[in-house]
């Protein structure tokens, strides 16, 4: 028997060390584990990502019922504990698993590696989660890129189609002896279930179609495909993804390489989600004010469109792209709040969170990560609405106060706060060079 460690591939289909664990021609058992060290962190007890996962697994253990197999293995605790334990099970010979390349996942998965060599056991990873993986696209000298643009040309002078081919879905293979494993239920897990509705599975087509042209306007229904969940959990394919979008839809398939990029970033800069990745920004003098934080966090700043996006993110654990780079700019800029605070707070609400693209967001929002960008590129949320929702139907959805005398008013001037971030910054990277 072989084990196939489910992680960010929470799928059957197209899934590239399932494929491969059955070529191995041994009985396949799916495994997955919620790691204590992880779930301990979140400090919501109704975490919609959690019960989002723990949903998805039940339909994959449904899926594989049907296919003959027994179900999943799905456990709780330290993960090196568990793959101790099944390293030195003499009914297990090799562990499959798809890569991840967040700091912490690098090391448990080294160590895990390392306890099936010891036991004289095969270990196989698979590239699955990304399209190019970190190592494949960097610099001439093997350093890795810092701006998008030119990583993006070495992106697709490397890519070739036919690393968008899809893995074979398995119909039959796995082990069928009955799991000696009660699975948790969320209450074990320390959890209860979460009333957010996570957006479908499936991959809509005409909403790739549109995207170039409606990407931008968060009021219009069908302007972003909701995805992130899905990719980030791998409950979809990125090739079939990918696949989708790679003829006419250039802009769709942008995003996939920003998400690649942010991945190599994070793995080629593992301090990145404390540290600034332009160290000189690290020389900012934030402002420590809790007042105008929680005024940001529950949507009551007096800028409707930053006050829209910070409701939608309370109430659905989604914001749309374009607010996400409003809200964060009026935060690092506006209220000249240090980037991490935003970044933990949308660690904390997104349902679609992932750590590589929500630190060089942020990074790039507050001008002190991966962008050719100066710091003075600042935000006016005034002119967003104006721009991106003039019929104020985003706003009214999330905001329906707005327009009448029981709207806040704005918390900061914008002038006011413009000209004092620009002397702010200017302040701390001259400490820098002086």
Known sequence: MVLHWFRRDLRLEDNASLSRAMSDGSPVQGVFIFDRAILERLEDHTDARVTFIYKELERLDQEIKGQGGSGLWVVHGDPLAWHEKWANDPMISALYANRDYEPYAGKRDTAVHALYQNAGKRSVWSKDHVLMEPHEVLKDDATPYLVFTPYSRKWKSLFELTQLDSYSTPEKGWNSVPSPYRWPSLKDLGFEPSPLIAPDRHIPLETIRQYAQKRNFPGQDGG??????????????????????????????????????????????????????????????????????????????????????????????????????????????????????????????????????????????????????????????????DKFDKQLKYVKKWVPEYGTGSYVPPIVEHKWARERALQRYKEGLASVSS
């Open 224 to 385: 972003t495909s909701k995805l992130g969940v899905h990719l980030r959990f791998g409950t979809i394919s990125i090739r079939a993804l990918a696949r989708a979008a790679k003829s006419e839809h250039e802009t769709f398939l942008n995003e996939l390489i920003w998400r690649d990029f942010y991945q190599m970033i994070l793995k080629y800069f593992p301090e990145c989600p404390n540290k600034a990745i332009r160290p000189a920004y690290d020389k900012i003098h934030w402002e420590i004010n809790e007042l105008h934080f929680q005024s940001w966090c529950t949507g009551q700043t007096g800028y409707p469109m930053v006050d829209a996006g910070m409701r939608e993110l309370n109430t659905t654990g989604f914001m749309h792209n374009r607010v996400r780079m409003v809200v964060a700019s009026f935060l690092t800029k506006h209220l000249l709040l240090d980037w991490r605070w935003g970044e933990a707070y949308f660690a904390s609400k997104l349902l679609d969170f992932d750590l590589a693209s929500n630190v060089g967001g942020w990074q790039w929002a507050s001008g002190s990560g991966c962008d050719a960008a100066p710091y003075f590129r600042i935000f006016n949320p005034e002119s967003q609405l």
